[in-house]
């Protein structure tokens, strides 16, 4: 089974951090956040990926083949992010005819990805939601997909799509993708995946409809550090001995990484090489190589080298940024 990875958006809503880091390798309980995906895709069976990049796509490529070399991967660009049914009709030349198992690179799913793999036709993740109207949204009759809608004014149920799609005929696919394409047919102004599997429905295809436990978005601050925090509680990571510091779990803390008279946690994530002097610094993701002293950080991001001096304050600091309180 092939995965197809799309990871090609701007990742605006976390900037500054995505100015100078892709949003996937934006650090999370000690790995990137495509890192988490690509270890459950591998614990799953899945052996060929297809990434779909565009923006700092180099990065992501670099990253992932120096990590993942196990894995028959192929790389694909989408030029400009025309929506996420675009994003998976660049990758049509390596999907061949097979079936393919399409997730989300920016988020981290609480599901049972085997079982939903192991399905005998194409299958959606799908969870209830209170508000589903920002979301693709299905109706269900006896646990088959009738109709899909994406982010619909009026929703007529509460089942959202969460961004887990198993397409066992892979050819109609590609063939409703193309036909939106050709017609320039968009929603919002995007070529949009949910349209094409609603193409797919029209046309014959059975897509169940698999619940999902849960789903940790990464593409706000206040997302990243939820996931960070629920990633910290279930793997617990190893821990430098302190230096006169206190770790609070669960936190991850780099072997790298210099305590130095300070309390870390709960909740933190310290990555290789980062300096925390005289601080403390909890429910916070601390980049690698950043430095920060005299500080009382929660709630933080702080970027790759970012230099951080000061007390208690709320911060949310791109790479190679200084901040100075003193
Ligand atoms: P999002 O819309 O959540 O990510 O897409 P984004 O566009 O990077 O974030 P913002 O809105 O600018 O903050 C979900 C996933 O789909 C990919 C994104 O990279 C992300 O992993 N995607 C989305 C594409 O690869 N191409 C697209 O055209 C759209």
């Known amino acids: 089974m092939r995965a197809v990875i799309p990871v090609a958006g701007f990742g605006t809503r976390l900037r500054p951090h995505t100015y100078t880091v892709p949003k996937v390798l934006l650090n999370v309980a000690g790995k990137p956040i495509l890192a988490h995906i690509l270890d459950s895709l591998v614990a799953s069976g899945i052996e060929q990926v297809t990434i779909v990049v565009g923006h700092m796509g180099d990065q992501i490529e670099q990253y992932v083949r120096a990590r993942y070399a196990s894995l028959q991967l192929d790389f694909v660009e989408q030029s400009e992010p025309l929506g996420l049914g675009h994003a998976i009709w660049c990758a049509r030349e390596t999907v061949g005819s097979g079936p393919i198992f399409i997730i989300l690179g920016d988020t981290i799913f609480d599901a049972d990805i085997s079982t939903m793999l192991q399905l005998p036709t194409s299958a959606i993740g799908v969870k209830w939601v209170e508000d589903p109207r920002r979301f693709g949204v299905v109706e269900v009759r006896d646990g088959i997909v009738t109709t899909l809608v994406e982010k619909p004014q009026h929703p007529t149920s509460n089942l959202a799509i969460v961004g887990m799609y198993l397409i066992r005929n892979t050819p109609l696919l590609i063939e409703c993708l193309d036909h939106l394409i050709a ?129 208690f304050h709320q911060l949310n600091v791109g790479d190679s940024s200084q901040i100075n309180y003193a």
């Open 183 to 311: 017609h320039n047919s968009r929603t919002r102004g995007e070529f949009q995946l949910t349209d094409a599997l609603q193409c797919m429905v029209e046309r014959g295809e059975t897509i169940a409809a698999f619940p999902i436990e849960g789903w940790y978005d990464c593409g706000k601050p206040e997302t990243l550090l939820q996931t960070n925090r629920f990633l910290l509680d279930r793997h617990m990571r190893s821990i430098a001995p302190p230096n006169n510091s206190i770790v609070i779990p669960p936190s991850y803390v780099a072997p790298t990484a210099v305590l130095e008279r300070s309390i870390v946690g709960p909740y933190a994530t310290i990555a290789d090489g980062a300096t925390i002097r005289d601080s403390h610094v909890q429910n916070s993701i601390v980049g690698a190589g950043a430095s920060v002293t005299a500080a009382l950080l929660n709630n933080s991001i702080v970027g790759n080298n970012a230099v951080v001096c000061g007390s």
